[in-house]
């Protein structure tokens, strides 16, 4: 089945750092990319969504300035925390799908702790 | 708007027993049905999806889930459930109305399915 591949899933790092997470579809070509937040016990929260080659699509509440997506190709998105405070600190799951017909599929996810 | 409910926070099966995860919807137009399933500390697997044709639908490690428009539901179903399959399933809907063709999946909030042995 598709594969999404999202790197590092694991992040632990001082307050005032940026973190960059990486999300790649290996074996499709994703048109569409999602980047998600997920709280302890609660379900997930759709922060962008990006197309490739275009700016990505905020949700109402999400800092664009604070959370840098780059879509530059079909196989990879970027979502950089900029800055990264403890608020910050959560799981960040990135998604990917071809066409609209299609299943989302989702990385692993990144366990992000900002001391 | 599209929306999506789970009505349990939690179910809890004997293995070897039947399993059924609900899941009502509501859309605008014609639904794109999915189910997910998370272990923790993991992103979201593939299990399902109705978008046209047999209302039962076939998936993964051995999970259907039946189409039922009249009621609008999505209930996931597995007739005899492993302890292996502990995990939080989410049910989500594809929401064509908003973003346009950008379609993105409304979740559920989620739902605990416990088996013990």
């Known amino acids: ?115 | 708007a599209q929306s999506v409910a789970q009505p349990e926070d939690q179910v809890n099966v004997a293995e070897g027993n039947p399993l059924t995860v609900k899941c009502t919807y509501s859309v605008s137009g014609n639904p794109y049905l999915f189910w997910y399933v998370q272990y923790p500390n993991r992103g979201l697997q593939f299990l399902l999806k109705y978008i046209t044709g047999d209302n039962l639908v076939k998936g993964s490690y051995g999970f259907e889930a039946e189409f039922n428009k009249s009621q609008t539901s999505f209930h996931l179903k597995k007739p005899s459930a492993l302890v292996s399959d502990s995990a939080l399933y989410f049910c989500a809907v594809r929401d064509f109305e908003y973003g346009g063709s950008q379609g993105n999946l409304i979740f559920g909030k989620g739902t605990k399915l416990s088996v013990k042995p």
């Open chain 1, 1 to 115: 089945g598709a594969v999404v591949s999202q790197h590092p899933s694991r992040v632990i790092c001082k307050s005032g750092t940026s973190v960059k997470i990486e999300c790649r579809s290996l074996d499709f070509q994703a048109t569409t990319m999602f980047w998600y937040r997920q709280f302890p016990k609660k379900s997930l929260m759709l922060m962008a969504t990006s197309n490739e080659g275009s700016k990505a699509t905020y949700e109402q509440g999400v800092e664009k300035d604070k959370f840098l997506i780059n879509h530059a190709s079909l196989t990879l998105s970027t979502l950089t925390v900029t800055s990264a405070h403890p608020e910050d600190s959560s799981f960040y799951i990135c998604s990917a799908r071809g066409d609209e017909r299609q299943p989302q599929h989702f990385g692993d996810g990144t366990r992000l702790s900002i001391l």
